[in-house]
T-cell receptor, first 106, second 113 residues
Framework: GDKVKQSPSALSLQEGTNSALRCNFSIAATTVQWFLQNPRGSLINLFYLVPGTKENGRLKSAFDSKESYSTLHIRDAQLEDSGTYFC????????FGDGTQLVVKP | DPKIIQKPKYLVAVTGSEKILICEQYLGHNAMYWYRQSAKKPLEFMFSYSYQKLMDNQTASSRFQPQSSKKNHLDLQITALKPDDSATYFCASSQQGTDTEVFFGKGTRLTVV
């Protein structure tokens, strides 16, 4: 979307490596959510953030509302991490980014 | 154990017909939403409801009508179906409006032939 810019649009990782995804917001963002859409199409909640950081296993996310961006770090990528990662923010309505398509290769 | 149930999972419809997509949530949430995702595209917001009242409508066509018979139901009626309506329709809910965490159902994949 034009209010939420995700980068990169696509990413290929070797199993076991690390990477980071980013969202930049052109609207005032108060909360951020990160989702993984798996190959079957289901949307899985990864993180819900107010400004700050959260960590869950090999995933870590940060949200800086002043600088209007959020990041999602993937550590030790696994094959099951493959899918499309979406970030979303709310400003009376939820705005989604266009997603990052991640492929993890053995 | 899915907390947001969408029915049916797959739906094939003939051009010009009418279908209803069902959504029920058992999370105790007060806000519900519909999103559409066409093939390989991002999620597109359609409607939001709060306490069974329409809060936001970003769907240009009146062929799409949400229906809320109960607080935890938000069905989507689509009339005069067109092939361009083919997409996966996701229902979602949150506790209180868009500033609270949103959860999605597994979607209904609609194909209009």
């Amino acid at each position: 979307g034009d209010k939420v810019k995700q980068s990169p649009s696509a990413l290929s990782l070797q199993e076991g490596t690390n990477s980071a995804l980013r969202c930049n917001f052109s609207i005032a963002a108060t909360t951020v959510q990160w989702f993984l859409q798996n190959p079957r199409g289901s949307l899985i909640n990864l993180f819900y953030l107010v400004p700050g950081t959260k960590e869950n296993g090999r995933l870590k996310s940060a949200f800086d509302s002043k600088e209007s961006y959020s990041t999602l770090h993937i550590r030790d990528a696994q094959l099951e991490d493959s899918g499309t990662y979406f970030c979303a923010t709310s400003n009376n309505r939820i705005f989604f980014g266009d997603g990052t398509q991640l492929v993890v290769k053995p | 154990d899915p907390k947001i149930i969408q029915k049916p999972k797959y739906l094939v419809a003939v051009t010009g017909s009418e279908k209803i997509l069902i959504c029920e949530q058992y999370l105790g949430h007060n806000a519900m939403y519909w999103y559409r995702q066409s093939a390989k595209k991002p999620l597109e917001f359609m409607f939001s409801y709060s306490y069974q009242k329409l809060m936001d409508n970003q769907t240009a066509s009146s062929r799409f009508q949400p229906q809320s018979s109960k607080k935890n139901h938000l069905d989507l009626q689509i009339t005069a179906l067109k092939p361009d309506d083919s997409a996966t329709y996701f229902c979602a809910s949150s506790q209180q409006g868009t500033d609270t965490e949103v959860f999605f159902g597994k979607g209904t994949r609609l194909t209009v032939v």
